[in-house]
Antibody, heavy 118, light 109 residues
């Protein structure tokens, strides 16, 4: 059974940084593209970033380019999202998801809440 | 920008409903990579349809998808109480990103 468990969320001040992790199990992690998708309170789902199987190809939504960095450790079956220069509008539940081809989001984790506030 | 979905739809048990999702030729119109996701608040979203009209294993055949031009549709037949949820479309884009719709709240009357 595919399991994706996010961690690392919390309260951070505007301009601060946070690193999210996603522990994967139940599938061949190094054969899947991985994505981060977020949902702000009362809002819809919003795609953030994706990373290819080998970690060499990454793509970002315009609103996080230059501030967020996605990475992965295939030896540890773990996905990361380094978030810098955080803004109030980055407040959301962040989900990690996976798929084989990098074109959709198949299995999802429950998410971790990031709150950016002073 | 986000794909366009109706904010809400409703139907009675046993009826059929259709949710539309409109994009552009840079996303829905350009690729057969449209997906639909069901989200019960507080739970992890669930993939219901991928590649326009394919169901993952375990998803009821009451759920079906289609596409015409820049617009995709999700149809749920034989509505059941447990279908009440938020539904999101998504598409791969020419920029190598994924874009979601704004979401549609389905109410089963």
């Amino acid at each position: 059974e595919v399991q994706l468990v996010e961690s690392g969320g919390g309260l951070v001040q505007p301009g601060g940084s946070l690193r999210l992790s996603c522990a994967a199990s139940g599938f061949m992690f190094n054969s899947r593209w991985m994505h981060w998708v977020r949902q702000a309170p009362g809002k819809g789902l919003e795609w953030v970033s994706r990373i290819k199987t080998d970690g060499r190809t990454t793509t970002y939504a315009d609103f996080v380019k230059g501030r967020f960095t996605i990475s992965r450790d295939n030896a540890r079956n773990t996905l990361y999202l380094q978030m810098n220069s955080l803004r109030a509008e980055d407040t959301a539940v962040y989900h990690c998801t996976e798929d084989v081809r990098g074109v959709t989001t198949a299995n999802w984790g429950q998410g971790t809440l990031v709150t950016v506030s002073s | 920008s986000a794909l366009t979905q109706p904010a809400s739809v409703s139907g009675s048990p046993g009826q059929s409903i259709t949710i539309s999702c409109t994009g552009t030729n840079s996303d829905i119109g350009g690729y057969n990579y449209v997906s639909w996701h069901q989200h019960h608040p507080g739970k992890a979203p669930k993939l219901m349809i991928y590649d326009v009209n394919n169901r993952p294993s375990g998803v009821s055949d009451r759920f079906s998808g289609s596409k015409s031009g820049d617009t995709a549709s999700l149809t749920i037949s034989g509505l059941q109480a447990e279908d009440e949820a938020d539904y999101y479309c998504s598409s791969y884009t020419s920029s190598g990103t994924v874009v979601f719709g704004g979401g549609t709240k389905l109410t089963v009357l």
